[in-house]
């Protein structure tokens, strides 16, 4: 016995040295594995098999380890090695993400290694995989511009947003992974957009979830499988799809194909008898001398167990795996000259003729061969209704502050963003001057972009923080760089219902869509002529906002300008003028909104089922995919006034939440309209929990009885001095901060507003002290002309 075994590990050992005949076959089998005992155990199964199957030309293990692993590492001399750099933690975002190693790993080969250059065909498997027999490409269908693949059915985002998002072909998108097989031009093309498009879709983070991505876990893990499908796409590979080739122990193969290739990556079993992968995670099962994975029942065994012959062909396909899997763990423990196993049944067996021809290399069947030649399996490529056919990319945005109250609102509105299905990112636009910015807490609660603060004008002095949503879309636009193509704009004050995108509510490049706000009575009086040459343009909108973005390049810098125009013109406050209940201008950047908009011409969609507030009754059957919860709502006894939520910190004390709102079953009954209108109040108070509960836990706050409820006398007192103190209550909106801004935004801001009052009487007094403060800083008066061209230059840096 002892014999045999040493005759196994000389074998072994020339293997080691040559695998296969690589001059003649021109073919190269690859791999991907990291520095660990789990793909250890994997890779010895892996190259066993490749022995035994006969595979021809050589196979190479792509070994991604950082510089730190490789100092213990004990596995270098297991398979042909080709090290690359670990990108497990991405250099770039710090994102932890080991499964990107496979693409960036055929990268690397393609790039440094020489075998690259040697071979016509390349086969791409992955390490937990048993080779029954040769897998040829020319004999399976391969073709230059067609690789073949093994069907994945679970990526259903190749026929969904995903698709539309991540490619420009979303109609190529192929359901594909596992076994590859593919000319090594194709791989050439594919390889770098491989890896670009796993970054891609691990980066898009909104569009992690199981409906979206087929991902149980919604945790982004199979963004390498997407990565894949999306590049073929983008250079226009068209998969020969083949679920034939490959099967899962577990699975049934159909009657007369003989699969070629097990994958071993779903837990299994015969009988009692079960073995799962991830049970195996830290075994060092190479490096310990004699012992094996438990070994599984005989075949004769099984036979007597289960009558149904199909059911036989699979559990010998188990049986097959596992007992592969411990063969070739024997011959490694040889070849670490390991004392020799004591005898046994199933040692026994493993060396036996029997096991021998139970496990002699396969070929296609013939009726494989006719399965192949009848049809190739094709995905229904319909067109999700309602779905562009191009990609059209997305990104929302939301204008906040440094303060807590900014801060539940962002958990409310993230929290929501992640159950509607939006498509694209979304970014919090955080206002902040760089005193509060150095207390503020809040940094992690969304995906950021910083803006210096307008709350306190630069140049006037005016308190007025409304201005800082057109202010900081204006910075974002200056200074991300952004491939979307239409951008959504919400306040921070809403929840999301469901998705918001162009093309199911016509959005058009010139035909920005938003929603009504008919108290916006300026649009038909005299403020209109004051502030838009272009009055009969000027649409009562605000709320929801989807702009093409060339649209909104334009339109920015005037949505500033015609704020701040409208906040300088004090003597047109009137509520029967501007609708503005207090008449303090405190709705200035609205009408900033609709006269900017005016004076380019940009007529709005105007879509009344797109947003609604709390406490009004809905219309039936619209499903609003937007709650704006800016005023104060109730059901019964139970109210919900985002004002009194002004100073309570919700976010940063543990288990910190709103008076829960009644059950649904509380909800008036009296007739539909009240019973829907309590529904969606209802809903919206829940929403806002659930966020909190949510961020709680993410923050790891400690058990739930240790909650210290909010001091609800400062909650009524807050309340009682809005009732009563209407003035103090705008002024008491915003506390006071400090007026320091960044130095650069200081210089930009200043010469945005002097060439923003040009032409408006109205304001023809703040631009005589602009020029006299000027003149006494003993700076030359400048052209109209160069001040804008010094303004843009500003803008731009």
Known sequence: MMAGFLAVVVIFCLINIGWGQEASYRIHTLFSVECQNYFDWQTVGLVHSFRKSGQPGPITRLLSCTDEQKKSYRGMDLAPTFEVPSMSRHPRTGDWYPAINKPAGVVHW????????????????????????????????????????????????????????????????????GLLAMHIDDLRALAPMWLSKTEEVREDTAHWSTNITGDIYGKGWISEMYGYSFGAAEVGLRHKINDNLMIYPGYIPREGVEPILMHYGLPFSVGNWSFSKLQHHEDDIVYDCGRLFPEPPFPREVKAMEPDKHKVRALFL???????????????????????????????????????????PKGLTPKSLQIMEESQVQENKKEPENLPTKVTKIHTLFSTECSTYFDWQTVGLMHSFGLSGQPGNITRLLSCTEEDLKKYKGHDLAPTHYVPSMSRHPLTGDWYPAINKPAAVLHWLNHVKTDAEFIVILDADMIMRGPITPWEF????????????????????????????????????????????????????????????????????????????????????????????????????????????????????????????????????????????????????CWAKFPDPPETSEADRTNEDTYQRDLLSIECGQTLNEALRLHHERRKCGDVTSLVPPNLEIVDEVKFERSNKSEKVVDSLFPSESSQTFLDFRFWMIFLWASSVLGFGVVMMVIVRGRKGQKKRGKKSRSVSSRVEFKENMVNR
């Open 506 to 653: 016509k959005a058009a490049k010139g035909k920005p869509v938003s929603t009504p706000y008919d108290y916006l009575i300026g649009c038909d009086n005299e403020l209109a002529k004051l502030h838009t040459s272009h009055p009969e343009a000027c649409d009562k909108v605000g709320g929801v906002i989807i702009m093409h973005i060339d649209d909104l390049r334009k339109f920015a810098m005037l949505w500033l300008h015609k704020t701040e125009e409208v906040r300088a013109d004090t003597a047109h406050y009137g509520k029967n003028i501007t609708g503005d209940i207090y008449e303090t201008g405190w709705i200035s950047e609205m009408y900033g909104y609709s006269f900017g908009a005016a004076e380019l011409k940009l007529h709005h969609i105007i879509n009344r089922e797109i947003m609604i507030y709390p406490g009004y009754a809905p219309e039936p059957g619209v499903k609003y995919r937007v709650f704006h919860y800016g005023l104060d709502f109730r059901v019964g006894n139970w109210s919900f006034d985002k004002a009194n939520w002004r100073d309570i910190d919700l976010v940063n004390n």
């Open 318 to 360: 188990n049986l097959e795996c596992i007992n592969t899997l411990n063969q070739g763990l024997i011959l490694q423990h040889a070849a670490f000259r390991c004392p020799k196993p004591k005898w046994s049944k199933y040692l026994s067996f493993l060396k036996s003729k029997h096991f021998a021809e139970l496990t002699r």
């Open 110 to 177: 393609l790039k440094h290694s020489k075998d690259a250059q040697n071979v016509d065909w390349v086969v791409i498997l992955d390490a937990d995989m048993i080779i029954r027999g040769p897998i040829l490409p020319w004999e399976i269908g391969a073709e230059k511009g067609r690789p073949v693949a093994a069907y994945y059915g679970y990526l259903v985002g190749c026929d969904n947003i995903l698709a539309k998002l991540h490619t420009k072909n979303p109609e190529l998108c192929d359901k594909v992974g």
